[in-house]
């Protein structure tokens, strides 16, 4: 729950609006339109990446 919903939350900040979703919160959903445009899609799933990775560096590194 809280993993999906930071990164959520970082991917709000970087203007992509996602949600979550599954009994707990645990799932991260994106919910693109069929229309949408190819690079426009991959524009989000960059911007998802980010706030993926923005989320879980400080867990790498502490883990190291």
């Known amino acids: 729950g809280t993993l999906a919903g930071r990164i959520c ?3 709000f900040e970087r ?4 949600e979550t979703s599954g ?5 991260v959903k994106v ?7 190819t690079a426009q ?3 989000g799933l960059d911007t998802l990446d980010e706030a993926i ?3 879980l560096a400080p867990m790498a590194q ?3």
């Open 9 to 11: 939350a970082a991917a």
């Open 15 to 18: 203007g992509l609006i996602i």
């Open 23 to 27: 009994a707990h919160d645990e799932v």
């Open 31 to 37: 919910l693109a339109p069929l229309t949408i445009e």
């Open 41 to 43: 899609f991959r524009a």
């Open 53 to 55: 990775a923005n989320i």
């Open 62 to 64: 502490a883990a190291e």
